[in-house]
């Protein structure tokens, strides 16, 4: 069974950074594997943010490119979202996701960013 552990959500102000991170434990976690991250602000979907695969290639939605970057860390199962030049519309409930031999989630961490 795999594990998703996020962290580092907050309150930023609007030009700040906040960096996620999540790692991953289970059997079936050891990393590389695809991982990314999702988000979901109140009212719309849930959309992909940014994604990792597992040999390291990135891409991100054009709404963050350029400010977000994305990482892993193999030998420490974790997947890094550096997220700089906030804007309040960055505001949502992220959520980490690795891919076995299925979909598996984080809990959602909360990101709100203040004009």
């Known amino acids: 069974q795999v594990q998703l552990v996020e962290s580092g959500g907050g309150l930023a102000q609007a030009g700040g950074s906040l960096r996620l991170s999540c790692a991953a434990s289970g059997r079936s976690a050891v990393l590389p594997k695809d991982m990314g991250w999702y988000r979901q602000s109140p009212g719309n979907q849930r959309e992909l943010v940014a994604a990792?695969?597992?040999?390291?290639?990135?891409n991100y939605a054009a709404s963050v490119k350029g400010r977000f970057t994305i990482s892993r860390d193999g030998a420490k199962n974790t997947v890094y979202l550096q997220m700089n030049s906030l804007k309040p519309e960055d505001t949502a409930v992220y959520y980490c996701y690795l891919i076995t031999s299925t979909a598996n989630w984080g809990q959602g961490t909360q990101v709100t960013v203040s004009a």
């Open positions: 990792i695969s597992g040999d390291g290639a990135s």
